[in-house]
T-cell receptor, first 114, second 113 residues
Framework: TQLLEQSPQFLSIQEGENLTVYCNSS?????LQWYRQEPGEGPVLLVT?????EVKKLKRLTFQFGDARKDSSLHITAAQPGDTGLYLC??????????????FGKGTKLSVKP | DTGVSQDPRHKITKRGQNVTFRCDPI?????LYWYRQTLGQGPEFLTY????????KSRLLSDRFSAERPKGSFSTLEIQRTEQGDSAMYLC???????????FGEGSRLTVL
């Protein structure tokens, strides 16, 4: 069983469309991070959310942390081909988790076609 | 370049051979992590160090795997008697003591034939 479930697993859209990807869990997390990974490269941190209900914006990307700190979403407005990549959410569990053990979801593979 | 660097980037080996990967973290980061990632999966935690102390190891880290960080700077991950199932991308990351945010290297891709 995956602790962090990401959906959808794959997403293929046209340039200019909007999209939302989700990261869900039955566990509470002290923080959640979103990463973007390109083929053959390591993940690159986009944002960290720590407070329930928090919303953070990074240009056309909007990140939200659920009130109960069990889920998060990433919304991209007017997607561009440069947004193509694997989007990963990762978190540290509030209870029973280790500070060193950042748990990753399987990721959402996004393809934006021109 | 002051990011996390990993060496080698690619390694092809025959089953049964030993391999070693090296990771040089960002210099002021005291925590260093090893993750493994296979195709279609997110990174899976293997182990992490705070300075030279190995604080946690995953059950994924069998007896054939050993990681060291002898002087609290660079780290090595050795896999003995490699198996085909060890084929994966091995990712190293380091984090700043205050922010805890991880910065990943580009990974070392292992192919076991």
């Amino acid at each position: 069983t995956q602790l962090l479930e990401q959906s959808p697993q794959f997403l293929s859209i046209q340039e200019g469309e909007n999209l939302t990807v989700y990261c869900n869990s039955s566990s509470v997390f002290s923080s959640l991070q979103w990463y973007r990974q390109e083929p053959g490269e390591g993940p690159v941190l986009l944002v960290t959310v720590v407070t329930g209900g928090e919303v953070k914006k990074l240009k056309r990307l909007t990140f939200q942390f659920g009130d109960a700190r069990k889920d998060s979403s990433l919304h991209i407005t007017a997607a561009q081909p440069g947004d193509t990549g694997l989007y990963l959410c990762a978190g540290v569990q509030s209870y029973g988790g280790s500070q060193g053990n950042l748990i990753f979801g399987k990721g959402t593979k996004l393809s934006v076609k021109p | 370049d002051t990011g996390v660097s990993q060496d080698p980037r690619h390694k092809i080996t025959k089953r049964g051979q030993n391999v070693t990967f090296r990771c040089d973290p960002i210099s002021e980061h005291n925590r260093l992590y090893w993750y493994r990632q296979t195709l279609g999966q997110g990174p899976e935690f293997l182990t992490y160090f705070q300075n030279e102390a190995q604080l946690e190891k995953s059950r994924l880290l069998s007896d054939r795997f050993s990681a060291e960080r002898p002087k609290g700077s660079f780290s090595t991950l050795e896999i003995q008697r490699t198996e085909q199932g060890d084929s994966a991308m091995y990712l190293c990351a380091s984090s700043h003591p205050n922010t805890g945010e991880l910065f990943f290297g580009e990974g070392s891709r292992l192919t076991v034939l």
